[in-house]
């Protein structure tokens, strides 16, 4: 589904007049003033400050990702959507939508509040018998009337005039006087906690600093009008930074000379009982309830004007289900114009306008756009973060900045209303729910915080090679095992072994050789291969990073993998082989290439896996021979590591010592040693002393005590595999699995 070729005609001035017409709009007119009286001046300013913290970072965030991509109709939601990707995006923007259809109603409210001079005439010199309701569905009827059949050209024009009587009621206000403060000029005060109005007899109760910041924030959300115009415009990339950082810098003078020329023009108490005394300071007076009824025109059209595109926008990238998605999608053959969603826009418009509470419907419109805000500005800072080529706008913010106004923009929110936070955000994630469901091929989410991930552990591995070179580090000794085999998916132990290593205390790369040479078939079998290993890891929760390679044989598959670093960043000082009595291939290949690893100064692991497995799990015996001085300490150290996995946490590790005829104290006291001074957690009544004769093989003693145990460790070392070659391994035959460590140094277990 695509839209009609819409007739971009508009360019920066626009989108500038748009904001600011918003920006000095209703809430400058009706609510400033009120400020002033119930929080004071100096209070005042601090909202103006605080507002601008959010909208600043927005509006540079807004200008960054606008010249970094064609931004088509949508305005905030293309923008957002098309860097966080369709699901959240479509989430944001249905709220967006009804926070911008929703403002419609706050600016109609607004302008029937400029015609109460009108309303009283006409109630008590001509007779009628008027209600402000009446003006509201009357103003808000012809608003529909004008969308539904002129659209957005006679909106843009109207913004001239609009604009021209804005500077000519704000001018005219300047240059009055007012009554005066009564001569208090104390930048903290404000009305008592709550007085009777003489005039009108109502009770004014005194709102805090953030519920008087609620009511009026949305004049800060000007910046947000331009930018559903994007599909209007001629270059978006040029029009849209321009006119919206120029009405921002115009707004906030604005704001600050009109709160001064306030608080110095009239007493606090007659600011916060007639919300439009701006008309007793101004050298004309009917000019403010002209300029807030012109101010709030144009507000009211340029929601109307927004509201609809999004909308649209909303349809055309399929968020709600395809039939409804097409009707509002579809625009007037040769403008575009959104009809159908116009017309929803309306109903909403005239529903929220029946409440009458200008503050209500503020404080629901804040919420709305705070969310939108906060968001917008953390795809900019998630965008720095993924440092991702593609992402390269020719206007950058800071990423410090964008951060700071989107976690402002969530703090303010419960801060304004905690419960309106809760379930604005409730009412978030059901939407993501239900938009992720509707359209679950559309992750795009996924990719940025992939490249987020990958910037991290990028800059963690660089610091890692420059502070801690890995070399002879054993002291610090954790397990950065390498495995590579071609049997993946015929045996699992080897797998098992090298997820149960780096569970806790490690890192584990569990490559799977594919031999031959690089082709085009080979790299296809390679990827095919590696979704099945992705696949099988899910299953077990694993934490190994899995690879495949292709080679034309084993030994120059080693000579690569183990040249490469780790996953983590660091070399790999341990590896692992698996084999089985019936297919000793891996085994042979690994000796072929003793030297190699050797070399490189691997700690090495053969692993006899048998059709027993790992039993049940539940006991590992820990073997150190009498040749075993080397290997002694990595042997049982490794029997702690395998019990940090949750596999094996109920187990039980005991650890086996051959003696001869004469040392037995010694052998107990050095075992007993080193396991205290290692702090494994190992008790004394699981330290077996077994005895044999000097001229006994070992391997008799291992199947005796061990023909029950799940996993067995024993240690080999070189000479024993330059006496006896590959039969180091076997006469293992009434145990089951075995793990044969080598270790090429001494590691401290203390």
Known sequence: MSLNTPQRTMGTLPVFMTAISTILGAILFLRFGYA?????????????????????????????????????????????SRSFGLNIGGAIGIALYFSQAISVAFYVIAFTVSCRGLIDYANAELGWAVEPWMVNYGFMALLTLLMLTKGANVGVKALYFVVAILV??????????????????????????????????????????????????????????????????????????????????????????????????????????????????????????IGLACAAMSSALGSVLIAPRTLQALGVDCIFPSRFSGFIAKGKEGTNEPVAASLITCIIGFIFVSMGDINAVAEIISMFFMLTY???????????????????????????????????????????????????????????????????????????????IFQVTRGLQMQLQKRDSFTDDEENWRPFVLSISKSTFER???????????????FGTYVHFIEGFLNEDTRKQSQEVKGKLVRLAEGVKSRVYLDTIISPSFTSAIAQSIQLPGVSGKGNNMIVFEYTDQHKENIRQA?????????????????????????????????????????AHMIILMGYILFGHPDWSEGKLTVYTIYH???????????????????????????????????????????????????TVIGFNDSDIEKHGESTFEGYDKVGNVLFVNAQKNINLE
């Open 374 to 452: 906060g968001a917008i500005c953390m795809v900019s800072f998630f965008e720095h973060m993924a440092a991702d080529p593609s992402y390269r706008p020719t206007f950058r913010s800071k990423w410090y900045i964008s951060l700071a106004g989107g976690l402002l923009c969530f703090y303010l929110m419960f801060k304004m209303n905690a419960l309106y936070a809760w379930v604005s955000l409730i009412l978030m994630v059901a939407i993501y729910i239900w938009v992720t469901y509707r359209n679950k091929e559309k992750k795009g989410i996924a990719n940025l915080f992939k490249g987020i």
């Open 168 to 289: 000519v009621s704000l001018g005219m206000f300047f240059m009055g006087t007012g009554p005066g403060n009564g001569g208090s000029h104390d930048w903290y005060a404000t009305i008592a906690e709550s007085f009777t109005d003489p005039e009108s007899g109502k009770l004014i109760t005194r709102f805090s600093f953030f519920e008087v910041f609620t009511f009026i924030f949305p004049a800060f959300t000007g910046i947000a009008a331009g930018l559903g115009l994007s599909g209007d415009l001629k270059d978006p990339k040029k029009s849209i930074p321009r006119g919206t950082l120029w009405a921002t810098v115009v707004g906030i003078v604005v704001y600050i000379a009109v709160s001064f020329k306030l608080f110095y023009s009239a007493p606090l108490e007659s600011l916060a009982s007639d919300e439009l005394f701006m008309e007793n300071i101004a050298i004309w007076s009917p000019i403010i309830p």
């Open 492 to 506: 699992r132990a080897g797998f098992d072994m090298v997820r149960w290593i780096a569970h806790r205390y490690g």
């Open 36 to 80: 002033i009286a119930h929080v004071g001046l100096l209070s005042t300013l601090l909202v103006i400050l605080i507002g601008h913290l959010v909208t600043i970072p927005t509006a540079m965030a807004v200008a960054e990702i606008a010249t970094n991509q064609k931004v088509e109709g949508g305005g905030a939601y293309y923008m957002i």
């Open 661 to 711: 005829d004469h040392d037995r104290e010694e052998k107990q006291d050095r075992l007993t040693k080193l396991i205290k001074e290692g702090r494994i957690p190992i008790s004394q009544q699981n330290i077996e002393l077994v005895r044999l004769d000097r001229e006994a093989d070992h391997r008799e003693a291992v199947n005796l005590h061990s023909h029950e145990a799940d996993l």
């Open 591 to 631: 000796l072929d290439n003793y030297e190699i690893l050797k070399s490189t100064n691997l700690d090495i692991c053969l692993l006899r896996s048998t059709l027993r497995g790992f039993g049940y799990e539940k006991n590992i015996h820990l073997w150190i021979t009498t040749s075993d001085a080397e290997n």
